[in-house]
Nanobody
Framework: QVQVVESGGGLVQAGGSLRLSCTAS????????MGWFRQAPGKEREAVSC????????LYADSVKGRFTISRDNAKNTVYLQMNSLKPEDTAMYYC???????????????????WGQGTQVTVSS
């Protein structure tokens, strides 16, 4: 049984930092492209970042480029999202995603995702 579990969300002031973690079990972790999505109330789920199977390639949404850093540790079956210089518009539920894809052309889209985490809330106060 596959489980994808996020942690690390919380409440932070604008300009602050958070690090999200996501650990997956029940799958061969380095077979999967891993990514982070977010969804704010009343908005569609959007891709934030993703990382290739062994971490050699990372992609970011324009809105977070230069502020967020994605990384993975395949020995720990874990992917991270370091979020710096947080803004109130970063407030959302953040979801970890695992995609069993052989090709990585751009940020993941939801239809590519095989497994989702339950989400972790990030709230940035102004």
């Amino acid at each position: 049984q596959v489980q994808v579990v996020e942690s690390g969300g919380g409440l932070v002031q604008a300009g602050g930092s958070l690090r999200l973690s996501c650990t997956a079990s029940g799958l061969i972790f380095d077979d999967y492209v891993m990514g982070w999505f977010r969804q704010a109330p009343g908005k569609e789920r959007e891709a934030v970042s993703c990382i290739s199977w062994r971490g050699g390639r990372t992609l970011y949404a324009d809105s977070v480029k230069g502020r967020f850093t994605i990384s993975r540790d395949n020995a720990k079956n874990t992917v991270y999202l370091q979020m710096n210089s947080l803004k109130p518009e970063d407030t959302a539920m953040y979801y970890c995603a695992a995609a069993l894809t052989e090709v990585l052309l751009g940020l993941l889209v939801p239809i590519e995702v095989n497994y989702w985490g339950q989400g972790t809330q990030v709230t940035v106060s102004s």
